[in-house]
């Protein structure tokens, strides 16, 4: 009789509106169900020994048709389902917890579940219980944070401020316009400002280039275009140098950028409209202008690559990992750089990284790699 102890972990999604993914935690020891519909099973023992084979059994009744396993970060590989079923088999070769995440993802290879747990391998000097937590993921990006930044709610507020920015028709309702939210600051930048930017993301661009074979290039190219070379309002208010959406709206964790065209198909309440044909916007209940906050400017450039480019732990709903695969095979076949970076942005760019799609966003993040030749980095 095998001596390791079993545990079957359920997943549920449920689904509200226009599918917004509700959090539904459950505990579920030595449990063989599979009654959940749209769920992922995850079996695994509790405990093994050093160097031991491990098998980890998925089932899944929904949408999941891959798993990628993570044990402390780390990739242990992907399995296809079949038949509903997969197996993957695993050995550790050094002792101690291993905190496990099962990340379900359907055929577009978004994230449609994720199962997390806990491994211990070999003998540890202190007791360790096996904790197991199910959660499913929001839409567009992790549902917590430990960022503590306040929600800014009223750009013309704000402290760091010398910097101007043309303004929205909620801060003049004569001359403000809505697409002014994407404006970069009055003035800004000079010459010698975006020097500075790119000096200030090229050490932390190149760690990540060469931790991961990701593109520095582009990197920084879609940094300097996101953000206006660190002066739109997101960059400069919350450290969002790509205009990473938070689609949690108010939680605390996320700056608002009140005024922004409506991005709900026209859904959205109108408070007025002004004489040139603005909008002044409800912004209590909106959902569609939150962006994540930063402490850094390398924390936004590290979530970049791990969580939106290389899917490290599912918290971002797209799964771009395969394109920087992708990227990596060609390098390593001796494709230019430059070509493979192109393609590396079309591929995410048709994947939905922007809704303008693969040629537009590719050509025009390539245009500033060549403008200021930051091909050099990669």
Known sequence: MNPFFYISKRFKLTFLGSG???????????????????????????????????????????????????????????????????????????????????????????TVAIVLGELVVGEINKKTSLK?????????????????????????????????????????????????VYAKAIGHPGAEEITEFFEDIEDDAMELSKKYTVPASVIMGMAALESGYGFSRPAVYANNIFGIKYWGGNTGIAYQLRGQPDEKDGTLKIIRKTADGQFIYDESNRMDNWYRVYKSRRECLFFLVEEIFLHKTGQWKKDYSDIAQVYKNQISTGISKKEAAYDFLYAIGKRGYTHKGGAYYADRVMKVIDKWKLNQYD
Request: with cysteine; net charge positive.
């Open 132 to 180: 197991t937590e199910t959660i499913n993921p929001p839409l567009y990006s992790s549902t917590k944070s430990t960022i503590s930044e306040p929600v800014f709610k009223n750009p013309v507020l704000l402290n760091n401020s010398n910097l101007k920015f043309p303004p929205t028709p909620e801060e003049d309702q004569v001359n403000g316009r809505n697409e002014n």
């Open 20 to 110: 917004i993914l509700l959090l539904c935690i459950v505990f579920a020891f030595n449990s063989a169900s599979r009654s959940n519909r749209n769920g992922l099973i995850a079996e695994f023992p509790k405990v093994a020994k050093t160097g031991e084979q491990i098998l980890f059994h998925f089932a899944s009744e929904g949408e999941v048709s891959k798993v990628r396993v993570l044990a402390n970060s780390n990739s242990l590989g992907i399995v296809q389902i079949g038949q509903n079923k997969a197996l993957l088999s695993f050995k550790f070769n050094f002792n101690g917890v291993k905190k496990l995440r099962f990340i379900g993802l359907n055929s577009q290879n978004d």
